[in-house]
């Protein structure tokens, strides 16, 4: 039976069943259903990829239980078969192309050429982000491809947008969108004018272990030395090859991916901040719980864009844990919680009480070490959902160029202990392996609360940005 409750302590609204059943929802043409229809295209059944996720899930936890395997005899010992031979169902049927012949009639008359993966036009970085801001998805149920017919709302404190439909889940703070003054663009279109822009193949170059180990001293900091062994070989597993175009992402903010067998390129065209966004592998045979493949789920480097897409320099992310003190101080009104608002009857939670702001501060040297600065003042904006209702939003001047920045909790996939609030500058939901850029991380223990004292927080950063010089993002014209 699909489950009725979800972490808001209502019932399940129709996306969120099909998401359940592991169907991909944003792939999806749902415009004119009801919630009484998505729940039935749903159905009351667990699919395979529900049942299959159970049993790994069982596995895991009882993997204690399991024995040993002490299966002594071979395959070909059970078939009767000891001279090593292979048995009469191991044997395959040779095809042409094993003997050497061709499959392909009058492959004597193709005329071979290269394949010209350059720049077909060129357009302005500040055309392209307007294009893409006016074509991006608005709502869940436009998907990657349409666009909703239905009134559209944007939510005046978090800045999230969705149809008349959809909205009221979380309430937000809506406000009707006006078409005429921000006219959109349909996403067939602009995707066919990004794919003009774009090459289709990018390498990095200029990217050896001694470039990587100059780096490293420079930065002054201290890693273990197989840490950085298996960081630096993935990083040039991934620059020693060929991203090519994979595939173009219309969500919230567009974004383009470009892969590898080492690893892959993503570009985010954000409207305040273009970047690219370099990805690495480790070694398939790396431990699921490795440090390694901890590290390399954020971006190895990135690749901020400057008056092109290709202009700009290159930053790494060097895997030296950064430290920082950061005083949180509690200020305004008191409102109730988020345990307070879901109705918790524990004497702990009933009147629990927190601060509708929060004033942030660091040192400057502290601060000099963060990407972004995180010093100011924070709302509260218990209407706009995230986990545990905890969103708050940074006051930031109207004349301002760096894109919002939020607090908000971010709960781990599967390791509690890990659940703490962070600083970044996107909110919404991620798909299955997607990354959510981080500024900084407060220790998993704070909470908030409703005491007057200034409060001193540890925040963490599992790497340090490096600014390099010589590495170079080259587009590959022929293949």
């Known amino acids: 039976m699909i489950p009725y409750i979800t972490n808001r302590g209502g019932p399940m609204v129709g996306l969120e069943a099909l998401s359940m059943q592991g169907l991909p929802v944003d792939k999806l043409l ?37 024995k040993d395997g002490n299966d002594s ?24 192309a094993d003997l050497g ?26 055309e392209l982000l307007a294009d893409a801001d006016m074509s991006k998805r608005l709502c869940a149920c436009e998907g990657r491809l349409d666009m909703t017919t239905r009134p559209l709302l944007t939510c005046q404190d978090c800045g999230g947008s969705f149809c008349k439909k959809c909205g009221g889940r979380p309430e937000h703070n809506p406000l009707p969108l006006d078409n005429v003054e921000q006219p959109r663009i349909h996403p067939s279109e602009f995707s066919t004018k990004l794919k003009s822009i774009l090459p289709m193949c990018i390498t990095v170059e200029k990217v050896d272990q001694s470039v990587l180990d100059n780096i490293r001293n420079q930065a002054g900091g201290d890693v273990a030395i197989s840490l950085w062994t298996k960081w630096s070989a993935a990083v040039l597993r991934v620059c020693n090859s060929e991203l090519r175009f994979v595939e173009l992402k219309r969500q919230e903010i567009w974004s383009v991916v470009y892969q590898s067998s080492g690893g892959f390129l993503e570009l985010s065209l954000h409207p305040r901040r273009p970047e690219w966004r370099l990805f690495a592998y480790p070694e398939a045979t790396e431990p699921a719980n490795a440090e390694v493949r901890q590290v390399l789920q954020s971006p190895v480097a990135r690749f901020v864009c400057e008056e092109d897409l290709l202009k700009g320099k290159w930053q790494f992310a060097l895997p030296y844990p950064t430290s920082v003190s950061i005083s949180i101080q509690g200020v305004d009104d008191l409102v109730p919680s988020w345990e307070s608002r879901l109705g918790l009857v524990g004497e702990e939670f009933k009147t629990k009480l927190v601060y509708s702001k929060l004033k942030v501060s660091l040192t400057e040297s502290d601060a000099a070490r963060l990407d972004l600065d995180i010093s100011g003042t924070y709302v509260l904006l218990d209407k706009c959902g995230t986990a545990n209702g905890a969103l708050h939003r940074k006051i930031q001047e109207d004349s301002s160029t760096s894109p919002p920045l939020f607090m908000l909790f971010d709960p781990h996939r599967t390791n509690d202990s890990e659940d703490c609030f962070v600083f970044t500058v996107s909110t919404r939901r991620l798909e299955y392996q997607e990354y959510r850029p981080i500024v900084c991380k407060l220790d998993p223990s704070w909470r908030q ?24 993002l080259q587009v590959c014209h022929l293949l």
């Open 101 to 126: 012949e061709t499959q392909v009639v009058g492959e004597e008359q193709l005329e071979k050429k290269p394949l010209d993966l350059s720049i077909t036009r060129t357009c302005p970085l500040s």
């Open 73 to 96: 005899q071979s395959y070909e010992n059970k078939s009767g078969n000891t001279d090593g031979e292979p048995g009469p169902m191991d044997i395959e049927t040779p095809t042409r």
């Open 30 to 66: 749902l415009t004119r259903e009801t919630e009484d229809q998505l729940a039935d295209l749903a159905g009351n059944a667990m699919s395979t990829t529900v049942v299959g996720a159970c049993i790994l899930a069982a596995l895991v936890t009882g993997k204690k239980l399991l």
């Open 449 to 472: 609360s409703s005491t007057e004292e200034i409060e001193t927080v540890s925040g963490h950063l599992p790497f340090r940005w490096t600014s390099v010089d010589s590495i170079v």
